[in-house]
């Protein structure tokens, strides 16, 4: 049985960005935004756990038609201080950590965050937002204010030093699907 191989034939092939992340929550963020943005790339989404390294993203990889335009972005929690070091070793990756935890992007969305903060009182505060909030889950009113407040979480997320508590480069893949975003209504 021959490999498909994403071949240009003279086209322009569109880039895979390649979401490792963490949990169910990560997963359901990277599915959210993939419906947000409709962009010609296309956003796969791999749940690992804690088991990130060069070497997973190497075997995962194996025997993709991976290009030079593909990406591969990490999307974790940073309250493990030991796994910190973990991420910042990984060479074929763009961290996307959030200090404490993806659950302070979300509240970005809500207000600003100055002061440090565990994930159980970002787990609180949202849900004291928006009572229906499950872990691993976006319902269709933490869709609509991720949808509609997301420049303005760019904005307070890039006030924060990257792995220091509290931060969240998230930011990083949203500036990126909106620089794609700008680049295709500018070709139309």
Known sequence: MSRKHRKSHGRRINPIYFVFCEGETE???SKFLRQKYRLPIEIKTKVTGQEISDEY??????????TDSDKNYLMYD????????????????????????IELWFLLHYRNQGADINSANCKRDLKGRNRNYEKGKLNSELERILDS???EAVKRAKNFEDYINPSSAIYKLIEELERVKAEKQWNK
Do not use: W
Not at 57 to 66: A, C, P, R, S, W
């Open 78 to 101: 940073l309250d493990a201080a030991e796994f910190i070091p973990r991420l910042k070793s990984i060479r074929n990756g763009i961290v996307l950590g959030s200090n404490p935890s």
């Open 27 to 29: 997963e359901a963020y």
């Open 149 to 151: 407040n997301i420049l």
């Open 57 to 66: 993203i190497k075997n995962f990889l194996k025997g993709k038609d991976y």
